[in-house]
């Protein structure tokens, strides 16, 4: 006869883990409780969004110089409004507020638990149907503040008691962590309930894609552009190359690494050294997340939850995912790849007018750093090369008359051919 699968619901869950914690008063199991009532309501408005006037902008932007959503307002107001009113959080951090909200009702204001939350992760995402998220951090106040501020948000992500996850899409799951494990719950629309769905959640050491926003290419730090190409090689022994896998909503590209494994980026770019991903709001929680499945999460030098925030709205670069995915592109940020052979990435090219020849030809650029100096003034021989050390450009025969400078180092010879004929 076939076993009956026990059926355990988000709140039967909650209550069995509550004698994990040697501090527990019933707070932290009420939070959580009330995170699951927020994300049903709004897991019903995003289901009938094209069936109400909830889609669009509203024509202002948000602490983050974002557009605000209708459906992002919404979100931030039940998030906000069942967090006040569950009586187990004393104050309330949300992306899409500049300030923290202080929680004075008479059941709150002794509460010991603080709130960070993303309500509407990927919300560019909502008018064309793909899947967005939640993204909640639970810290514990500290004790030797008066009341509630700013000192208690900006712990480091290490002293998380709880974070968590909801994602709307086929079907809407919350997924949490409190220190002992990952564990997902999936909502039966027609009972209103979230039901354990995916116990003790592990995700896979094995890697075979990636997410990453490589329009942003050319923004990207050297480093991270010569990992990108080394991922796209083929290698069959290494599991090479790595399929590309990019949603654009950061819940549910990390639900799916989660789920089947692999490598989320969101490096600094050129004009944010720091990227767009918050600390407080999307790194740690998702970090916590992903270390408790046995992943592994870093700006690319230091581990994500070890970062000590000092502002509200920090932002910092994230490499989270696979422990091997990771690992492996730190090892190109740190320079300690070993193999330091060169692919052959998108080119720019650079026209230098050459008296010599009485005309217009290109010269080639690996990563897009064109060659300084006059070229009116130097012969530049048909075949050049780049020397290991990156300081100089010689042809084959060291025939140059004078020092062509580039910007990076590059460690390896690449032959650089001219292109003949005038472009104009």
């Known amino acids: 006869m076939e076993s009956v699968r026990q059926i355990v619901t988000l709140e039967q869950f909650i209550i069995e883990r509550e004698n994990e914690f040697s501090f527990s008063s019933g707070e932290l199991s009420q939070l959580l409780r009330d995170i699951g009532l927020a994300a049903r309501i709004v897991n019903r408005e995003v289901n009938k969004a094209g069936l109400v006037d909830i889609l669009g902008i509203t024509g202002e932007t948000n602490v983050q110089g974002e557009e605000v959503k209708k459906l992002d307002i919404f979100a931030n107001e039940q998030f906000i409004n069942a967090l006040s009113a569950g009586g187990a959080t004393c104050m309330i951090a949300s992306e899409e507020n500049e300030e923290f909200i202080r929680v004075n009702s008479l059941v709150s204001k002794n509460a010991k638990y603080i709130v960070m939350i993303d309500p509407l992760d990927g919300s560019s995402n909502i008018d064309v149907n793909v899947s967005i998220g939640t993204i909640f951090s639970i810290n514990r ?14 712990q480091s992500g290490m002293h998380q008691v709880a974070a968590g ?14 220190g002992f494990g990952v564990n997902g719950f999936t909502l039966d629309p027609s009972l209103g309930e979230f039901f354990l769905s995916h116990r003790n959640m592990q995700i896979p050491e094995k890697i075979n894609s990636y997410s990453i926003n490589e329009g942003n290419y050319f923004k990207f730090d050297y480093p991270i552009r010569r990992f990108l190409a080394w991922i796209k090689e083929e290698e069959k022994s290494e599991g090479r190359p790595y399929n590309a896998r990019y949603i654009g909503s950061m819940v549910a590209d990390l639900h799916r690494i989660l789920l089947k494994g692999g490598l989320f980026l969101y490096p600094g770019l050129k004009d944010a050294p720091n990227g767009k991903l918050r600390l407080l709001y999307e790194a740690n929680p998702m970090a916590f997340i992903i270390e408790q499945a046995g992943g592994k999460a870093t700006n690319g030098f230091q581990r994500i939850l070890e970062l000590t925030p000092h502002e509200l709205h920090q932002r910092t670069p994230l490499f989270i995912g696979s422990r091997k995915g990771v690992e492996e592109v730190e090892s190109f940020l740190n320079g300690d790849v070993k193999d330091q052979t060169l692919a052959l990435l998108p080119v720019l090219k650079y026209w230098h007018p050459v008296p010599e020849e009485g005309g217009i030809r290109a010269i080639e650029a690996w990563e897009g750093k064109s060659l300084t100096g006059n070229s ?13 050390t990156g300081e100089n450009v010689t042809d084959k025969h060291g025939a140059l008359s004078g020092v062509y400078k580039i910007e990076e180092k590059i460690t390896s010879y690449h032959r650089i051919d001219y292109v003949a004929g005038n472009p104009f």
């Open 141 to 154: 106040r500290l004790e030797n503040m008066p009341e509630p501020g700013l000192a208690d948000c900006l």
């Open 165 to 178: 996850y909801v994602i709307y899409g086929s079907s809407t799951m919350l997924v949490y962590t409190t």
């Open 376 to 388: 009116r003034s130097r012969k530049i021989l048909p075949t050049t090369y780049f020397t290991p």
